[in-house]
């Protein structure tokens, strides 16, 4: 709903009251989901520029420079309300509009990433969700022939009611021929093709700003959007060879705000007419506002010179696309819609994309660490618990849904990034943050998400290129969330710097409440990373190969899984020192293997990739085991040669019939079947419910 101030301030400034779709239009393009209102001062200090960057944040999709003849698309959405009021459509449509962000630039969408974040996995509820959003992801992704290469899941009783849904799309394109959703030419038309116009997604970026009723799902289920991932390949293919003509000279995807959203903003920098009864239905008796605001999926806008629309129209017709010439681009600076021979909009283009005044909210400080208070569990039993925390425990169940190796590019999936062959080198993509060490310290928190996305990097010996992030928080008006929010913002910005890979583009997700639990979520400044690197494939150390410990951190288990298991408190980790990465690169290069110590302390490094291994550790256990501050890496080798260099602390060999673990007077002995049945939890909970 467009507030009382914002009203007088559009009437006062256009002289006359609003028409119904230009109130429609303001409401949608106004919302923080559009608008970035509360967010516009932080995200000016993220650094967005690089010798790579080739167009950052702005656009459907950044393009940033892979190779001499390979650049990448890449862009990240959330579909966080929709998920929660029907999970199967909206992590659907969240899959089908990011990678409708990536063909619109022309690009063609080679990998998929998923961090995802749900209440409880005991929760019934919770475990429909997940179920639903899953199966929603992997089949609109296996339909449209984009592999899952990567992805995260998180659990935490905050994201009940409110369950957090994030894609990352990357594609490749010519660094030459890259498209942009940029208008060029006023007297060229505007095509609109794909799928017809429904009266499904009515008001989606508006519902995407605002808080969760506990009436959600029968209430806002019209403003979630259906999809269709057939008619989405057939997008793909047609945009892809329309592109190839060069007869394309702008194209955006339809997402938040429908039509309206998408023609406005294509042509912010002159100005548009558009024919709403020329748009293509799929339902009779539409108005001009549903036709303008429907965010139905699969459709696609683009500027053309008017005797090039015959060309693009046939290959439309080929892969049996509809498609209108619904518009023109307009040298004026004006944003004209006519329905039925009458002006229904009438608006200054500025006003309505760039117009939204900022929201700058009341910021409070918080202190949310607690004293550390020793567990008194059994180190064993611990151990054990931790393993099948389902923060920790593989995602076998998820990733066994998604075809991760359709269009053969794909190197591993395993391990914390995902390799795809692109040329001779090797793109690697990781995800994901650490929403309970946020809370903790926002500023630390965040710029170590970024840290531990460039740790994962390093382990397949790549280098960071770009970030893309989602935002993810509760509402702004809290003085204690816009605090949290703002900090989060500067530490990623900060590290970002330190790590070499700037920021360029993603999306905000605000007032992630609900009603029904009484819930906030965590701060999820989720990330999606990308970088380059040699083309090595994920090995697990073999038997003999000596395990040490490179890196260093001051132990804090404040926001650790094992904080979530026995409440033991204690301070969040602090900033990590990202001059290790370099040395962990090139030891990985040489034939080392390494993997960051995060989720779930050392014993989760271990239990992943030397279950079987004589391990002796100095200090004291629960640190020693559980700790979870970035900035140390489990490393193994034959040559020691090869981790000159890393001052890394040796603790043990692989092989043997268990895993062995000394420390602190305790003698540890897992099994393999222990450890494999406490890895196991979450599928196991998953087939078995």
């Known amino acids: 709903m467009v507030s009382a101030g914002d009203l007088a301030y559009l009437e006062e400034q256009l002289k006359r009251p609003i028409t119904p779709l230009e109130y429609a239009c303001f409401e949608n393009l106004w919302s923080e989901h559009c608008s970035y209102r509360s967010t516009k001062a932080f995200l000016k200090t993220l650094p967005t520029t690089g010798e790579n960057v080739l167009l950052g944040p702005g656009d459907d999709a950044a393009i940033v420079k892979f190779s001499d003849d390979i650049a ?12 929660y009021v029907d999970p199967y459509d909206g992590a659907a449509t969240g899959v089908g509009g990011i990678v409708r962000d990536i063909i619109s630039m022309g690009a063609k969408p080679i990998a998929l990433m998923d961090p995802l974040y749900f209440g409880p996995i005991t929760e019934e509820k919770n475990r429909y969700l997940l179920e639903h959003v899953v199966q929603g992801i992997g089949d609109y992704g296996n339909c449209i022939g984009v592999p899952v290469v990567r992805g995260e899941v998180r659990f935490d009783e905050r994201y009940s009611g409110n369950p957090l849904v994030n894609v990352v799309s990357v594609g490749i394109v010519d660094p030459e021929k890259y498209l942009t959703a940029r208008v060029k030419k006023p007297g060229n038309r505007l095509v609109l093709y794909g799928a017809s116009t429904g009266r499904d997604g009515l008001g989606g970026a508006s519902f995407a700003s605002r808080d969760l009723s506990e009436d959600a799902e029968a209430e806002d289920r019209p403003c979630v959007q259906v999809g269709d991932p057939y008619t989405e390949k057939l997008l793909i293919d047609a945009t892809l060879e329309m592109a190839a003509t060069g007869k394309v000279v702008a194209c955006r995807d339809l997402g938040a705000a429908g039509l309206a959203g998408a023609s406005s903003e294509m042509s ?11 748009v293509h239905l799929r339902e009779t008796g539409m108005n001009e506002v549903e036709i303008m605001l429907a965010e139905s999926q699969e459709r696609m806008l683009m500027e053309v010179a008017e005797e090039d629309i015959p060309a693009l129209a046939a290959i439309l017709e080929k892969y049996s696309l509809q498609w209108r010439d619904i518009g023109e681009v307009l040298e004026e600076k004006r944003y004209l819609v006519t329905f039925e021979g009458n002006v229904v909009c009438d608006l200054p283009i500025d006003l309505l994309v760039e117009g939204a005044p900022g929201e700058e909210w009341a910021s409070q400080p918080y202190s949310k660490e607690r004293p550390y208070e020793a567990p008194e569990e059994d180190i064993k039993d611990l151990c054990l618990a931790v393993l099948s925390h389902p923060d920790v425990a593989r995602k076998d169940w998820i990733s066994r849904q998604y075809d991760h190796d359709v269009q053969l590019r794909t190197v591993s999936v395993a391990g914390g990034a995902g390799l795809l ?32 996305n460039a740790a994962n990097l390093a382990c397949v010996g790549s280098m960071p290129l770009c970030i893309v992030n989602c935002l993810n928080f509760a509402s702004p008006v809290h003085p204690e969330i816009y605090w949290q929010l703002g900090e989060a913002v500067r530490g990623m910005g900060d590290m970002a710097t330190a790590v070499g890979a700037p920021v360029v583009g993603g999306n905000v997700s605000l007032y992630n409440e609900s009603d029904e639990f009484g819930t906030q979520i965590l701060p999820t400044p989720s990330i999606g990373m990308a970088g380059k690197g ?22 804090a288990l404040g926001g650790s899984v094992l904080d979530v298991i026995t409440g033991c408190g204690g301070p969040a980790p602090n900033l990590a020192d990202p001059s290790i990465l370099e040395k962990i690169r090139t030891f990985v290069r040489n034939g080392g293997f390494a993997i960051d110590i995060s989720t779930g302390g050392l014993i989760a490094a271990i239990a992943e990739c030397a279950p079987k291994a004589s391990v002796t550790l100095a200090g004291m256990a629960i640190p020693a085991l559980f700790d979870e501050s970035p900035g140390r890496f489990l490393i193994a080798y034959t040559d020691e040669t090869v981790a000159e260099g890393l ?15 000394s420390v602190e007077g305790n003698i540890i002995r897992l099994t393999p079947q222990e450890t494999e049945a406490a890895l196991g939890a979450l599928t196991s909970v998953m087939y078995t419910e």
């Not at 912010?268 to 020329?278: F, H, K, L, M």
């Not at 001052?647 to 673990?661: F, N, S």
């Open 534 to 555: 040699p083309v090595l494939h994920y090995t697990l150390p073999g038997e003999g190969a000596t395990l040490a410990i490179a890196g260093s951190s001051v132990p």
């Open 72 to 83: 990448l698309a890449i862009g990240m959405e959330s579909h966080n309300h929709p998920s």
């Open 268 to 278: 912010s920098s002159y100005g548009a007419r558009i024919e709403a009864d020329r």
């Open 647 to 661: 001052d890394a602390v040796e603790i043990g060999t692989v092989g043997g019939d268990e895993l062995l673990i």
């Open 421 to 452: 062959r692109l040329g001779d080198s090797a793109l690697s993509l990781s995800c994901g943050c650490s929403p309970r060490q946020i809370e903790l310290r926002p500023y630390e928190g965040a710029a170590n998400t970024v840290f531990e």
